[in-house]
Structures are given as structure tokens and as C-alpha cells.
């Protein structure tokens, strides 16, 4: 996103060069101590929501706010209407507008689209192509932005690479731990993709604790292999929890579907019932070096994480959605300044 080079879209991590993600962080840190100036007076961000946010949508908005500009939130369930995504079909079905024209439209308005679409949840084979996202992106003359999808939530990702370097410094050779986690509502492997990614990028060995049966996406893993190697990093995927917290840094906690029985929902269900004790507690916490606790919220206490992990000197998930709004602020500046 440097001036010779601007990504017309932010949909996963991979969008930005590392020379970028330096940018972003660096303009994010400056913005946090207060050398903050409003840059976007007069643009406008278009919000649709497909599912439900706290977090994206409040810092999106605050941010916005903050930098001079505005945002138009419209909630899918209430505000607008189903959207075709695919292109070229006889349009006799539930959605009475292609994205191609929503898209089109908006783009006369606002000066950024930001979309948390929506998950069919039927088939991973589908929802992983991220459908919505690549036709937005297609059909969109301006900007956008990915307010996580099924594959990844490169917002997120951001304000966790800052939180991660405002705890550890020097990222090079540390050591992530992703840990699966049990909960009665999972979501989608978006976080841990882009977290993964974004580690590796910044070279930390990286280890993904989960239980059989809840591997991340193939894709994503053979691409993740590939940047460990070139980063000289290492990557390391199904162990249980507490062989993977071993030596950690930082211990990255996170409940996602298994892809195995994605649609399926009473055999993820047994499957999920079956797995025992995924908590992150503090015999887990202790089998690492000064080890931090990460996740995105929302979590659910003493079942994902517990309370004493929680809210210990050594949890970082306030810090991790404080950070949402000057990596977001930064982002949304150097993506929009020259708009
Ligand atoms: N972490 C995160 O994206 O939170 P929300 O789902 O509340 O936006």
C-alpha cells in the first residue's frame, strides 16, 4: 500500500507485501500514541453485514469516525435483501439482485465496501471458495474489505501481529501455539488461517494443537509449509494441547469447525462432544516461557479459556481488540488516502 503500489482490495493477509503489513503496523503504532490526524473527511465506508459483530463493526465505525469519515451499516437481516453471487444463472430464486449491480451501485456512494458475508454451512468445499467475497471483489470499483469470511479475517490478523509485537518485541524464532478449543459453537477456521499465516510471515515456529479430524484447510496448509520454509520457520500440526504449549510464547486459543463433518451437524456434534478437556488453563499456561494468551473474541469462559487465564496478567485479548481500532484507523488511511 505504499504509494507506488496500492492493493485495490483487502480480502486476505496475502494482499499485502511485507514492506505493506510494515506500513500498516508502523502508522498503527502512531496512531495509537496520539500522532492521529483526520485524513478521510468526506468518504464514506460502506458495512454489510451477512452475520452478526461486535467487535468489527463498532472499531470499523469508531474508526472512521475518528479519521474525519462516516460508515452506512447495512445488517443483511434487516436492511437489504438476499444477493446472487454467481455469475451468469437464471435469477427465479430467493435473491432479486446479483451483487454485480449492489456492487456497482454502492461504488457511486461510498469509498470502501466492507463485507462479512454470509456462510452457507453446508459444504466446505463451497463456503472455503469464499464466493461472496471474490464477487464483490470483481464487481466493485472501489475498495474491499474482508470482514471475515469463511477463509480468513485479515482485520483480526492485523491487530494480533500488533499486540503480538507490542508483547514479545522481535517476532523472529518464537514460538505460536494455536490450540483448538471445545465450544457448543465453533466457527470457522478464518482466525486461525490468517493468524498462521501472518506468524509464519513474521517467522515464528508455529505449532496448531487440535484434536483428529479438525485439520485446517489443505490449501491453506500447503501454502503455509511453503512460506515456513522460505521463512526458515517451523510448522507443526496435530498434537495435543499440552505438547504443543510446551516452550510457547504465546498460546493462541480458538474453536473452529471440523472441515470433516462441515454440514454435518449431528456428526459434529458427537465428534465435538467426544473430545474431552480442550481448556486452556494454568497447567497449560505453565508449560510454556512467560507464556500469553490470545484470542479473538467472544470466548467462552472455562470451557475455552479459563477465568483465571482470562483475566491473568498474561492474557492479551483486550489488548488484542484495542488494537483493532489503530490497525483498522491505519489501514483504512493508507488503503483510502489517495482514493
Ligand atoms: N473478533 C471479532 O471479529 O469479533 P466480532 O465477531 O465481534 O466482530
Request: glycine share 8%; aromatic share 4%; net charge neutral.
Amino acid at each position: 500500500m505504499s504509494a507506488a503500489r496500492q492493493p485495490a482490495h483487502f480480502t486476505r493477509l496475502e494482499d499485502l507485501s511485507d514492506r505493506e503489513i510494515e506500513d500498516v503496523l508502523d502508522l498503527a503504532a502512531r496512531l495509537k500514541r496520539g500522532v492521529s490526524r483526520a485524513e478521510l473527511a468526506g468518504i464514506t465506508v460502506g458495512l454489510l453485514f451477512f452475520r452478526p459483530s461486535l467487535r468489527t463493526r463498532t472499531s470499523l465505525e469508531v474508526a472512521m469516525h475518528q479519521l474525519g469519515g462516516h460508515t452506512v451499516n447495512l445488517n443483511a437481516a434487516s436492511d437489504f435483501w438476499e444477493l446472487e453471487a454467481r455469475d451468469a444463472r437464471l435469477m427465479d430464486g430467493a435473491a432479486p439482485e446479483h451483487i454485480k449491480d449492489a456492487a456497482a451501485a454502492l461504488s457511486c456512494y461510498v469509498g470502501a465496501i466492507a463485507i462479512r458475508p454470509a456462510l452457507a454451512g453446508k459444504s466446505w468445499a463451497v463456503d472455503r471458495k469464499d464466493e461472496q467475497i471474490r464477487s464483490w471483489t470483481q464487481h466493485s470499483r472501489v475498495p474491499v474489505i474482508n470482514m471475515e469470511s469463511a477463509l480468513w479475517h485479515p482485520l483480526q490478523a492485523l491487530a494480533d501481529l500488533m499486540t503480538l509485537r507490542e508483547s514479545l518485541g522481535e517476532l523472529q524464532g518464537k514460538r505460536l501455539t494455536i490450540a483448538w478449543t471445545q465450544s457448543p459453537t465453533p466457527s470457522s477456521p478464518s482466525v486461525v488461517h490468517s493468524m498462521l499465516m501472518a506468524g509464519l510471515r513474521a517467522g515464528m515456529n508455529v505449532r496448531v494443537a487440535h484434536p483428529p479430524g479438525f485439520d485446517l484447510d489443505e490449501e491453506v496448509l500447503r501454502n503455509a509449509r511453503n512460506i515456513a520454509q522460505g521463512r526458515g520457520a517451523s510448522l507443526e500440526t496435530g498434537m495435543e494441547m499440552k505438547t504443543a504449549a510446551e516452550g510457547s510464547h504465546v498460546i493462541y486459543a480458538r474453536s473452529w469447525w471440523s472441515l470433516e463433518t462441515y454440514g454435518k451437524a449431528s456428526l459434529a456434534a458427537q465428534r465435538g462432544a467426544r473430545q474431552g478437556h480442550w481448556c486452556v488453563d494454568d497447567g497449560v499456561m505453565e508449560l510454556g516461557q512467560d507464556t500469553r494468551l490470545m484470542h479473538c473474541m467472544p470466548v467462552r469462559r472455562n470451557l475455552e479459556v479459563t477465568d483465571r487465564v482470562l483475566d491473568g496478567p498474561r492474557s492479551l485479548i483486550i489488548d488484542q481488540a484495542a488494537n483493532r481500532l489503530p490497525t483498522q484507523k491505519s489501514l483504512l488511511s493508507l488503503l483510502l488516502r489517495n482514493g
